[in-house]
Protein backbone atom coordinates (compact mmCIF):
# COMPACT_ATOMS: atom_id res chain seq x y z
CA UNK A 1 0.00 0.00 0.00
CA UNK A 2 0.98 3.22 -0.84
CA UNK A 3 -1.49 6.01 -0.39
CA UNK A 4 -4.48 6.16 1.91
CA UNK A 5 -7.03 8.68 2.57
CA UNK A 6 -8.57 9.49 5.82
CA UNK A 7 -12.14 10.42 6.56
CA UNK A 8 -10.95 12.31 9.51
CA UNK A 9 -13.82 12.11 12.90
CA UNK A 10 -16.12 15.58 13.33
CA UNK A 11 -14.47 16.02 17.01
CA UNK A 12 -10.86 17.16 18.20
CA UNK A 13 -10.78 14.15 21.06
CA UNK A 14 -12.03 11.42 18.49
CA UNK A 15 -9.78 12.71 15.61
CA UNK A 16 -6.69 12.24 18.21
CA UNK A 17 -7.78 8.83 19.67
CA UNK A 18 -7.69 8.03 15.67
CA UNK A 19 -3.81 8.56 15.62
CA UNK A 20 -2.88 4.73 16.89
CA UNK A 21 -4.56 3.92 13.88
CA UNK A 22 -1.92 6.10 11.47
CA UNK A 23 0.61 5.27 13.55
CA UNK A 24 0.32 1.25 13.29
CA UNK A 25 -0.46 1.88 9.44
CA UNK A 26 3.36 3.22 9.23
CA UNK A 27 4.01 0.75 11.23
CA UNK A 28 2.90 -2.05 8.74
CA UNK A 29 3.62 -0.11 5.13
CA UNK A 30 6.80 1.93 6.22
CA UNK A 31 6.33 4.01 2.96
CA UNK A 32 2.89 4.53 2.89
CA UNK A 33 1.74 8.36 2.77
CA UNK A 34 -1.37 8.94 4.78
CA UNK A 35 -3.64 12.25 3.72
CA UNK A 36 -6.78 13.15 5.63
CA UNK A 37 -10.39 14.96 4.96
CA UNK A 38 -11.11 17.16 8.18
CA UNK A 39 -13.43 19.66 8.92
CA UNK A 40 -12.10 22.88 8.92
CA UNK A 41 -12.02 22.97 13.38
CA UNK A 42 -10.43 19.56 13.34
CA UNK A 43 -7.37 20.34 10.59
CA UNK A 44 -5.48 21.64 12.57
CA UNK A 45 -5.14 18.83 15.30
CA UNK A 46 -4.26 16.59 12.63
CA UNK A 47 -1.56 19.06 10.84
CA UNK A 48 0.46 18.30 13.90
CA UNK A 49 0.47 14.85 13.35
CA UNK A 50 3.79 13.54 12.21
CA UNK A 51 2.20 10.46 10.15
CA UNK A 52 0.19 12.97 8.17
CA UNK A 53 1.10 14.32 5.17
CA UNK A 54 -1.29 16.25 4.26
CA UNK A 55 -4.90 17.79 5.47
CA UNK A 56 -7.81 18.69 3.18
CA UNK A 57 -9.68 21.18 5.39
CA UNK A 58 -13.30 21.24 4.10
CA UNK A 59 -16.09 23.78 5.22
CA UNK A 60 -18.91 20.54 5.21
CA UNK A 61 -21.21 21.57 7.46
CA UNK A 62 -22.32 18.91 10.31
CA UNK A 63 -25.44 16.84 9.59
CA UNK A 64 -25.83 18.07 6.00
CA UNK A 65 -25.68 16.06 2.81
CA UNK A 66 -23.95 18.85 0.46
CA UNK A 67 -23.69 16.26 -2.40
CA UNK A 68 -22.14 18.92 -5.27
CA UNK A 69 -19.03 19.67 -2.50
CA UNK A 70 -18.23 16.26 -1.70
CA UNK A 71 -18.30 15.28 -5.65
CA UNK A 72 -16.55 18.30 -6.34
CA UNK A 73 -13.96 17.36 -3.41
CA UNK A 74 -13.99 13.20 -4.99
CA UNK A 75 -13.30 14.91 -8.32
CA UNK A 76 -9.91 16.53 -7.19
CA UNK A 77 -9.07 13.61 -5.60
CA UNK A 78 -9.44 10.77 -8.34
CA UNK A 79 -6.12 11.02 -10.02
CA UNK A 80 -4.42 11.00 -6.71
CA UNK A 81 -4.27 7.32 -7.17
CA UNK A 82 -5.44 6.44 -3.19
CA UNK A 83 -4.71 2.82 -2.85
CA UNK A 84 -7.04 2.50 0.43
CA UNK A 85 -9.55 5.21 2.17
CA UNK A 86 -10.38 4.68 6.21
CA UNK A 87 -14.11 6.34 6.58
CA UNK A 88 -13.94 6.87 10.53
CA UNK A 89 -17.33 8.48 10.91
CA UNK A 90 -20.18 6.41 11.11
CA UNK A 91 -22.39 8.30 9.03
CA UNK A 92 -23.58 7.85 5.19
CA UNK A 93 -22.62 10.48 3.73
CA UNK A 94 -18.61 10.33 5.21
CA UNK A 95 -18.32 7.37 3.16
CA UNK A 96 -19.51 9.06 -0.09
CA UNK A 97 -16.48 10.98 -1.04
CA UNK A 98 -14.04 7.63 -0.83
CA UNK A 99 -16.53 6.03 -3.16
CA UNK A 100 -17.25 8.86 -5.57
CA UNK A 101 -13.55 9.19 -6.11
CA UNK A 102 -13.22 5.66 -7.15
CA UNK A 103 -11.08 4.12 -4.72
CA UNK A 104 -10.92 0.27 -4.40
CA UNK A 105 -10.47 -0.34 -1.11
CA UNK A 106 -12.91 1.61 1.21
CA UNK A 107 -12.83 0.63 4.63
CA UNK A 108 -14.75 1.69 7.66
CA UNK A 109 -17.48 0.42 10.22
CA UNK A 110 -20.78 -1.04 8.78
CA UNK A 111 -22.23 2.60 10.62
CA UNK A 112 -25.22 3.73 8.58
CA UNK A 113 -25.81 0.04 6.82
CA UNK A 114 -23.41 1.45 4.01
CA UNK A 115 -23.23 -1.44 1.52
CA UNK A 116 -21.65 -0.62 -1.47
CA UNK A 117 -20.19 3.16 -0.02
CA UNK A 118 -17.80 0.96 2.04
CA UNK A 119 -16.40 -3.03 1.17
CA UNK A 120 -14.57 -3.59 3.59
CA UNK A 121 -16.84 -3.47 6.58
CA UNK A 122 -16.89 -4.39 10.38
CA UNK A 123 -19.19 -5.15 12.81
CA UNK A 124 -20.42 -2.48 14.72
CA UNK A 125 -19.36 -3.08 18.32
CA UNK A 126 -22.33 -3.43 20.64
CA UNK A 127 -23.26 -0.45 22.48
CA UNK A 128 -23.37 -2.14 26.13
CA UNK A 129 -19.64 -3.35 25.03
CA UNK A 130 -18.12 -0.42 24.13
CA UNK A 131 -14.47 -0.53 23.56
CA UNK A 132 -11.84 2.02 24.32
CA UNK A 133 -11.93 4.54 21.07
CA UNK A 134 -8.19 3.80 20.32
CA UNK A 135 -8.77 0.47 20.08
CA UNK A 136 -11.94 1.15 17.98
CA UNK A 137 -10.37 3.12 15.13
CA UNK A 138 -6.88 0.80 15.47
CA UNK A 139 -9.03 -2.11 14.54
CA UNK A 140 -9.53 -1.02 11.33
CA UNK A 141 -6.04 -2.12 10.54
CA UNK A 142 -6.96 -5.91 10.24
CA UNK A 143 -9.11 -7.90 8.62
CA UNK A 144 -12.98 -7.65 9.58
CA UNK A 145 -13.47 -10.23 12.95
CA UNK A 146 -9.57 -10.39 13.01
CA UNK A 147 -7.84 -10.07 16.47
CA UNK A 148 -6.11 -7.43 17.83
CA UNK A 149 -2.68 -7.79 17.97
CA UNK A 150 -1.99 -4.16 20.18
CA UNK A 151 -2.72 -3.48 23.76
CA UNK A 152 -4.59 -0.35 25.25
CA UNK A 153 -2.41 -0.17 28.19
CA UNK A 154 -4.61 2.51 29.65
CA UNK A 155 -7.82 0.49 29.64
CA UNK A 156 -6.03 -2.92 29.81
CA UNK A 157 -2.90 -2.19 32.05
CA UNK A 158 -2.27 -5.87 33.61
CA UNK A 159 -2.37 -7.34 30.32
CA UNK A 160 -0.08 -4.52 29.12
CA UNK A 161 2.50 -5.48 31.79
CA UNK A 162 3.12 -9.01 30.71
CA UNK A 163 6.05 -9.70 28.77
CA UNK A 164 6.36 -8.91 25.46
CA UNK A 165 3.00 -7.37 24.98
CA UNK A 166 2.63 -4.86 22.32
CA UNK A 167 0.96 -1.81 23.35
CA UNK A 168 -1.04 1.39 21.39
CA UNK A 169 1.31 3.68 20.45
CA UNK A 170 -0.52 6.88 22.42
CA UNK A 171 -1.30 10.14 20.04
CA UNK A 172 1.30 13.07 20.30
CA UNK A 173 1.01 16.09 18.97
CA UNK A 174 4.01 18.05 17.73
CA UNK A 175 4.79 21.28 19.53
CA UNK A 176 6.94 24.46 18.16
CA UNK A 177 8.34 26.44 20.78
CA UNK A 178 8.46 29.30 18.26
CA UNK A 179 4.78 29.13 17.32
CA UNK A 180 4.13 29.10 21.73
CA UNK A 181 6.43 32.11 21.69
CA UNK A 182 4.89 33.80 18.87
CA UNK A 183 0.97 33.30 20.05
CA UNK A 184 2.29 33.77 23.83
CA UNK A 185 3.71 37.18 22.47
CA UNK A 186 0.15 38.26 20.83
CA UNK A 187 -1.77 37.79 24.03
CA UNK A 188 1.28 39.68 26.44
CA UNK A 189 1.74 36.22 28.59
CA UNK A 190 4.99 36.23 29.94
CA UNK A 191 6.50 32.93 29.21
CA UNK A 192 8.98 32.89 32.47
CA UNK A 193 5.49 32.55 34.42
CA UNK A 194 3.56 29.15 34.94
CA UNK A 195 1.10 29.27 33.09
CA UNK A 196 -2.36 26.93 33.89
CA UNK A 197 -4.84 26.46 31.25
CA UNK A 198 -8.42 25.60 32.05
CA UNK A 199 -10.41 24.34 29.63
CA UNK A 200 -14.54 24.92 30.33
CA UNK A 201 -16.14 24.14 27.61
CA UNK A 202 -17.25 20.06 26.15
CA UNK A 203 -19.25 20.37 23.33
CA UNK A 204 -21.12 17.23 23.74
CA UNK A 205 -23.73 18.99 26.59
CA UNK A 206 -23.83 20.63 30.27
CA UNK A 207 -23.34 16.86 31.59
CA UNK A 208 -19.62 17.33 30.65
CA UNK A 209 -19.24 20.49 32.30
CA UNK A 210 -17.42 21.19 35.62
CA UNK A 211 -19.48 24.03 37.28
CA UNK A 212 -18.13 27.54 36.83
CA UNK A 213 -18.50 28.02 40.71
CA UNK A 214 -15.85 25.35 40.87
CA UNK A 215 -13.20 26.32 38.75
CA UNK A 216 -13.68 29.92 40.23
CA UNK A 217 -12.91 28.47 43.52
CA UNK A 218 -9.72 25.98 42.30
CA UNK A 219 -8.62 29.58 40.71
CA UNK A 220 -8.61 31.07 44.91
CA UNK A 221 -6.72 28.09 45.98
CA UNK A 222 -4.36 28.48 42.91
CA UNK A 223 -3.26 32.26 43.70
CA UNK A 224 -3.11 31.24 47.67
CA UNK A 225 -0.59 28.59 47.13
CA UNK A 226 0.83 29.61 43.65
CA UNK A 227 0.54 33.65 43.20
CA UNK A 228 3.27 34.03 40.64
CA UNK A 229 1.20 31.51 38.36
CA UNK A 230 -1.16 32.72 35.44
CA UNK A 231 -4.04 31.42 34.53
CA UNK A 232 -5.75 31.25 31.29
CA UNK A 233 -9.75 29.90 29.99
CA UNK A 234 -9.74 28.65 26.41
CA UNK A 235 -12.37 27.21 24.41
CA UNK A 236 -14.81 28.55 21.90
CA UNK A 237 -16.79 31.77 22.63
CA UNK A 238 -20.35 30.00 23.87
CA UNK A 239 -18.07 28.40 26.50
CA UNK A 240 -19.23 29.53 30.36
CA UNK A 241 -15.89 31.42 31.25
CA UNK A 242 -17.22 34.87 31.95
CA UNK A 243 -19.25 32.80 34.94
CA UNK A 244 -15.67 31.98 36.04
CA UNK A 245 -13.98 35.38 35.47
CA UNK A 246 -16.74 37.11 37.39
CA UNK A 247 -15.85 35.09 40.47
CA UNK A 248 -12.44 34.78 39.87
CA UNK A 249 -10.42 37.84 38.09
CA UNK A 250 -7.49 36.35 38.13
CA UNK A 251 -8.54 34.11 35.47
CA UNK A 252 -8.20 35.54 32.20
CA UNK A 253 -10.95 34.58 29.79
CA UNK A 254 -9.28 33.60 26.17
CA UNK A 255 -12.22 31.89 25.05
CA UNK A 256 -13.30 32.29 21.77
CA UNK A 257 -10.06 34.55 21.18
CA UNK A 258 -7.77 31.90 19.50
CA UNK A 259 -7.93 29.51 17.32
CA UNK A 260 -7.46 25.85 17.13
CA UNK A 261 -3.91 25.75 16.60
CA UNK A 262 -3.50 28.91 19.25
CA UNK A 263 -4.91 27.03 21.52
CA UNK A 264 -2.61 23.90 20.90
CA UNK A 265 0.40 25.91 21.40
CA UNK A 266 -0.86 27.61 24.36
CA UNK A 267 -1.28 24.58 25.80
CA UNK A 268 2.29 23.20 24.66
CA UNK A 269 4.03 25.34 27.36
CA UNK A 270 1.37 24.90 30.02
CA UNK A 271 2.49 23.89 33.62
CA UNK A 272 -0.70 22.13 34.07
CA UNK A 273 -4.05 21.79 32.25
CA UNK A 274 -7.63 21.71 33.84
CA UNK A 275 -10.56 20.43 31.80
CA UNK A 276 -13.15 18.89 31.24
CA UNK A 277 -13.46 15.31 29.01
CA UNK A 278 -13.34 17.49 25.98
CA UNK A 279 -11.45 17.77 22.83
CA UNK A 280 -9.00 20.36 24.38
CA UNK A 281 -8.45 17.80 27.49
CA UNK A 282 -7.19 14.88 24.24
CA UNK A 283 -5.08 17.94 23.06
CA UNK A 284 -2.70 18.04 26.70
CA UNK A 285 -2.75 14.69 27.01
CA UNK A 286 -1.39 14.59 23.24
CA UNK A 287 1.45 16.97 23.99
CA UNK A 288 2.47 15.35 27.37
CA UNK A 289 1.42 18.52 29.46
CA UNK A 290 0.18 17.63 33.46
CA UNK A 291 -3.71 17.23 33.46
CA UNK A 292 -6.00 17.27 35.78
CA UNK A 293 -9.31 15.50 33.81
CA UNK A 294 -12.93 15.88 35.38
CA UNK A 295 -15.38 13.51 34.23
CA UNK A 296 -19.05 13.44 34.83
CA UNK A 297 -21.55 12.03 32.41
CA UNK A 298 -19.37 10.09 30.55
CA UNK A 299 -16.46 7.43 31.39
CA UNK A 300 -13.07 7.71 31.43
CA UNK A 301 -12.64 3.84 30.77
CA UNK A 302 -13.65 4.72 26.89
CA UNK A 303 -12.45 8.33 26.73
CA UNK A 304 -9.29 8.74 28.79
CA UNK A 305 -7.03 11.09 28.76
CA UNK A 306 -3.76 9.06 27.24
CA UNK A 307 -0.84 10.16 29.08
CA UNK A 308 1.19 8.70 32.35
CA UNK A 309 1.16 12.62 32.76
CA UNK A 310 -2.86 12.52 33.65
CA UNK A 311 -4.85 12.25 36.63
CA UNK A 312 -8.12 11.50 36.32
CA UNK A 313 -11.43 12.94 39.11
CA UNK A 314 -14.49 10.81 38.40
CA UNK A 315 -16.82 10.27 40.92
CA UNK A 316 -18.82 7.32 39.57
CA UNK A 317 -21.79 7.76 41.43
CA UNK A 318 -24.58 4.84 40.48
CA UNK A 319 -26.20 6.91 38.22
CA UNK A 320 -22.81 7.65 36.22
CA UNK A 321 -21.89 7.58 33.47
CA UNK A 322 -24.94 8.01 31.98
CA UNK A 323 -23.54 9.29 28.30
CA UNK A 324 -26.63 11.78 28.30
CA UNK A 325 -26.15 15.44 27.53
CA UNK A 326 -27.84 16.76 30.20
CA UNK A 327 -28.52 15.19 33.93
CA UNK A 328 -31.39 13.18 33.65
CA UNK A 329 -31.92 13.19 37.18
CA UNK A 330 -31.75 16.98 37.51
CA UNK A 331 -29.27 17.18 40.22
CA UNK A 332 -25.63 17.03 38.29
CA UNK A 333 -24.42 15.41 41.18
CA UNK A 334 -21.69 13.69 39.56
CA UNK A 335 -20.00 17.47 38.71
CA UNK A 336 -21.72 19.29 41.38
CA UNK A 337 -20.22 16.92 44.36
CA UNK A 338 -16.47 17.03 42.56
CA UNK A 339 -15.30 20.08 44.41
CA UNK A 340 -12.46 22.26 43.77
CA UNK A 341 -10.38 20.78 47.20
CA UNK A 342 -10.11 17.28 45.06
CA UNK A 343 -9.03 18.51 42.02
CA UNK A 344 -6.57 21.05 43.42
CA UNK A 345 -5.06 17.93 45.52
CA UNK A 346 -4.11 16.60 42.27
CA UNK A 347 -3.07 20.27 40.71
CA UNK A 348 -0.62 20.91 43.45
CA UNK A 349 1.37 18.27 43.30
CA UNK A 350 1.63 19.06 39.21
CA UNK A 351 2.45 23.00 40.08
CA UNK A 352 5.40 21.72 42.34
CA UNK A 353 6.62 19.43 39.95
CA UNK A 354 6.92 21.22 36.70
CA UNK A 355 7.52 25.11 37.89
Known sequence: MRRALVIAPNWIGDALMAQPLFTILKKLHSRIAID???PSWVAPVLER?????????TDLAHGKLQLLRRWQLASDLRDVG???????????????????AGINLRIGYKGESRYGLLNVRH????????????????ALVYAPGAKLQFIDRFAQPEAAAQENAQTLPVPRLDADPNEAARVSARF????RTPLVVFCPGAEY???K???PEHFAALAQFIAQSFPYARIIALGSKKDATQAIADRAPNVRNLCGQTSLGEACALISRASAVVTNDSGLMHVAAAMKRPLVAVYGSTDPRHTPPLSDLAKVQWLHLECSPC?????PLGHLNCLRELTAEQVFGDLRGMLLTHR
Do not use: Q
Open 323 to 327: FAREC
Open 36 to 38: AIA
Open 205 to 207: GPA
Open 123 to 138: ANPPKTERPPMTTHYA
Open 209 to 211: RWP
Open 188 to 191: NLDT
Open 49 to 57: MSEIRDVYA
Open 82 to 100: YDAAYVLPNSMKSALIPWM
